[in-house]
């Protein structure tokens, strides 16, 4: 497609992946299964890209991922979008009608077919490529671009003729999300019920690789962790088809179906995790070895670096590294010609570093890792030889192999200074870096990096290799589990017990020949020292360690590639001296640390108090010693390393600062991230609760599972936040149990946790104040009724008792002293009128004793006039 004016019809070609029914694809005309996630071996590759299914008629796609050359889609070819070339040139020019992405424009499937076959498929690849003028029906595509896998809910439409026209309304919208949410739900119950009726993988990748805690734990754990987001064990295309997609279908797209996708997926929170075994070798032989021994090892040659044996539960695994001395970099290379011959450019020193490692299993690819060698670090500094070919990382930095993975990382410094290597089968991994892994670019008195390697290796723990250094069972634990004898330059001693992991490396630890010559007869490989260095028999190992120079030696699939150049940089040494330097004064000479503590007390003695009255022979002896053996700064290195002793070996014997310096900072991470590495730590385990859409865990990279970890949801700043929201890991002790030892770790109670909207809280919220206040009025009003009728009801009740009338007659049945006092009898047409005395008072209330009227008595007859109140 161009960039000009006008349309370029492109085609966007939909590639299905089937998730029911059969479980094997077709690539090339062979089958190939679709494993499950989280089971090595599936058939699929790791970086896992595009292995689909080809019953259809259409013709092979073009490339754009690894394996898309070769596939055949199923039935679906989607046409979307048109006018792409304005969109690339940055054009504003597409209107509604030219591009419109929220339907399909040309469907290749029947209706049945779109409303029946397409909810067979869970995921699908997009393909962009150009139309051919003569090829409106997209049966020839040519090459274009294939995507990572995506979801199809995009395509499910309800069965409306509406959504096939141009118009697109909010009403269609809605319609068109009740669908999706239908057919996911619809669609996560096949799920659950079709992952039901599978193996149970969890319980195997949880009792054998459950997560780490902790990053440190993830960052040392090489075998089965990666730095990388694929992980070594899990197939891409598996993992999107049975693990992602159902997290959408059942979470995201579907209503309250979350919980359905976590019982079958429960979240890991290292309840079950146990830390590998680490070691590492750095600098001038500083090695950390995986059972807890530390000491500096300098000698030139080759050694096994790891061997395990073969049992039924392991393959065998041989790891070699290739250890050279360091060559002088006081040497001047301007001397050249003049006042040097070739032979001295090359003067190598008495510390050794490692310059290459070759690892293989049982059935896996053999790799070798070299550094490059002088003036030839600039553009790549390691080369990196798979099955005896030079293999290239600048594009696809993941790559994987028989039986072996290979990462390498880039992103901090150029020229492959990082990589990882990871034995599938064995879980074993290592990290290699050339030169610490620092950019070389930011130092301006390097031209080039140092052309040294240090090794990190991690070995699982179902190999029996206790990283506190407790080997007092060891033999006994192999009989009864039948666990193979690991042992090597990072375990040299496997019988035998270790220090204390506080402990560090002291000068005593320097070479010393407590150890120094048992590590040399049984790993070196034979024939690999300096002349005259070999004192045991070819082929003659008391642990029946391999004797193989791998190094010098290809497997019977790879010596067709021994005639390559290549073969050449894996088989000769880094640093090639002349064979002066290898005998005579010249040799290797083993520096301990009381030879280098001596040696610094007189370089800074020289450097301190020069000696100027000295005789001529004596003042050049002094000077060429201080030449020959000295640092430039002696006085600096206890000022700069202080105690730690890899600092002041490596700055003293490499006569550099940065190289002592990053030694130092090598050596104290290491041992900071291993003992971090190395905790049990007390896990809650996952929060069982719905994930509502909108919510989210605040900060999301915070540790979430572990004891006093406060796990915080929040939602997004659209939505307000609804019930409990803040959980704490604690432990629970049953006090019940008088031992105490009844305890278990568990997160507070709540009540689920949910989101809505700031519209909806707003509308709720005035909607609240407002029935509020009408509610409160009403509530007055409501008190002032009752109030009212309490009032007239005890109105009636005084009426009643206190003035009650006549029962039947209407006239008073007693007289009222105060009423009749006032009476005039001879006037009889004049009202009665009562006196002034105050009704308030009880007493002025309480009735006065009258003498029955003659109406009173029964049988008698009322007189026609009133009578004189009288008493008895």
Request: proline letters at 6%; a neutral charge; glycine letters at 8%.
């Amino acid at each position: 497609m161009g960039t000009g004016r006008g349309i370029y019809p492109a085609l966007v070609t939909l590639l299905l992946v089937p998730w029911s029914g059969a479980q094997n694809v077709n690539i090339g005309g062979q089958n190939i299964g679709i494993g499950q996630s989280g089971l090595p071996g599936s058939g699929l590759p790791g970086s896992g890209g595009t292995i689909f299914t080809g019953t259809g008629n259409n013709p092979y796609y073009g490339e754009g991922v690894a394996g898309a050359s070769m596939f055949r889609a199923d039935a679906a070819v989607v046409v979307t979008w048109y006018n792409t070339a304005s969109a690339i040139s940055g054009r504003s020019d597409i209107d509604a009608g030219q591009t419109a992405t929220y339907q399909v424009q040309q469907w290749y499937l029947t209706d049945w077919e779109r409303m029946n076959t397409l909810y067979t498929y869970r995921v699908g690849y997009l393909k962009l490529a150009p139309l051919r003028a003569n090829d409106l029906n997209a049966t020839n595509l040519q090459s274009g671009l294939v995507t990572s896998p995506i979801s199809l809910h995009w395509l499910w439409t309800p069965e409306n003729q509406n959504f096939a026209t141009t118009t697109f309304s909010q009403a269609e919208i809605n319609a068109r999300t009740e669908f999706v949410k239908k057919k996911a739900t619809q669609m996560c119950h096949d799920w659950y019920d079709e992952d039901g009726a599978l193996f149970n993988f969890i319980r195997d990748t949880e009792s054998n690789s459950s997560c780490p805690c902790v990053e440190s734990q993830a960052r040392l754990d090489l075998g089965r962790f990666m730095p990388h987001p694929r992980c070594s064990q899990v197939p891409g295309l598996s993992v999107f088809v049975h693990d992602y997609m159902p997290y959408f279908l059942c979470c995201k797209f579907a209503d309250f179906r979350c919980q359905m996708f976590y019982w079958r997926r429960p979240s890991s929170a290292c309840q079950q995790y146990q830390s590998p075994a680490i070691g590492q070798i750095s600098g001038g032989g500083t090695t950390v070895t995986i059972d807890n021994q530390k000491f500096i090892f300098d000698e030139p040659g080759v050694f096994n670096f790891l061997h395990i044996p073969k049992t039924t539960r392991n393959p065998e695994v041989r790891i070699q590294v290739r250890l050279e001395r360091y060559p002088n970099r006081k040497v001047d290379f301007g001397l050249l010609g003049r006042y040097m011959p070739q032979m001295d450019l090359v003067q190598p020193t008495n510390i050794t570093v490692v310059t290459g490692i070759v690892l293989e299993a049982t059935g896996s690819e053999r790799v070798h890792i070299m550094a490059r060698k002088d003036t030839r670090r600039f553009r790549y500094r390691t080369d990196i030889l798979v099955g005896g070919i030079v293999r290239y990382f600048d594009t696809i930095h993941l790559q994987r192999f028989k039986g072996v993975i290979i990462y390498v990382n880039n992103v901090d410094s150029r020229g492959q200074p990082e990589i990882y290597v990871v034995l599938e089968e064995a879980q074993i991994g290592i990290r290699v870096r050339e030169s610490y892994a620092v950019d070389v670019d930011r130092l301006s008195m390097f031209q080039e990096s140092m052309g040294m390697l240090d090794i990190q290796l991690s070995v699982p723990p179902q190999y029996g290799v206790r990283p506190d250094g407790d080997n007092t069972r060891d033999a006994q634990l192999r009989q009864i589990y039948n666990l193979p004898r690991v042992s090597g330059l990072m375990r040299p001693f496997p019988d035998q017990s270790t220090g204390s992991l506080d402990l560090g490396i002291t000068l005593n630890d320097v070479n010393s020949d407590q150890y120094r010559q048992q590590i040399i007869q049984q790993y070196r490989v034979y024939g690999t020292g300096e002349p005259g260095s070999e004192q045991a028999q070819p082929g003659i190992n008391v642990q029946g360690l391999p004797q193989e120079n791998m190094f010098t030696t290809s497997k019977e699939e790879d010596k067709a590639f021994d005639v390559f150049p290549e073969a050449q940089s894996r088989k000769a040494p880094v640093f090639k001296s002349a064979p002066i330097w290898e005998t005579g004064p010249n040799r290797f000479h083993v520096q301990t640390g009381q030879i280098v503590s001596q040696l610094l007390a007189t370089c800074t003695d020289l450097q301190n108090n020069p000696n100027v009255d000295l005789a001529p022979y004596q003042s050049f002896q002094t000077e060429a010693y201080g030449q020959r053996n000295c640092p430039d700064d002696p006085g600096s290195i206890l000022q700069d390393c202080g105690d730690n002793v890899p600092c002041l070996y490596d700055y003293t014997l490499f006569n550099s600062k940065i190289l002592g310096q990053l030694e130092l900072e090598t050596y104290n991470n290491f041992l900071s991230d291993r003992l971090q590495a190395q905790r049990q730590y007390n896990s809650c385990g996952a929060i069982n609760i719905e994930y509502p859409e909108y919510m989210m865990k605040t900060p999301a990279m915070a540790s979430g599972y572990l004891q006093g970890d406060v796990a915080r949801f929040d939602c997004y700043q659209s939505h307000w936040i609804h019930g409990d929201h803040e959980y704490k890991c604690g432990i629970i002790i049953d006090r019940n149990d008088q031992s105490g030892l009844s305890y278990r770790y568990e997160w507070n109670k709540g009540s689920q946790p949910w989101c809505r909207s700031r519209i909806k809280e707003n509308y709720f919220k005035w909607l609240a104040t407002i029935f509020g206040f009408v509610g409160c009025v009403l509530v007055i009003i409501l008190i002032f009724l009752m109030c009212w009728c309490i009032k007239q009801r005890r109105l009636n009740e005084r009426a009643d008792e206190y003035g009650t009338t006549q029962r039947g007659g209407g006239g008073p049945a007693f007289g009222n002293k105060a009423f009749v006092a006032d009476r005039q009898f001879d006037n009889m047409s004049e009202p009665p009128r009562p006196t002034g005395i105050p009704r308030a008072t009880p007493v002025a209330l309480e009735p006065r004793r009258f003498s029955p009227t003659p109406s009173s008595i029964p049988g008698s007859v009322q007189p026609p006039i009133l009578g004189m109140n009288t008493s008895v």
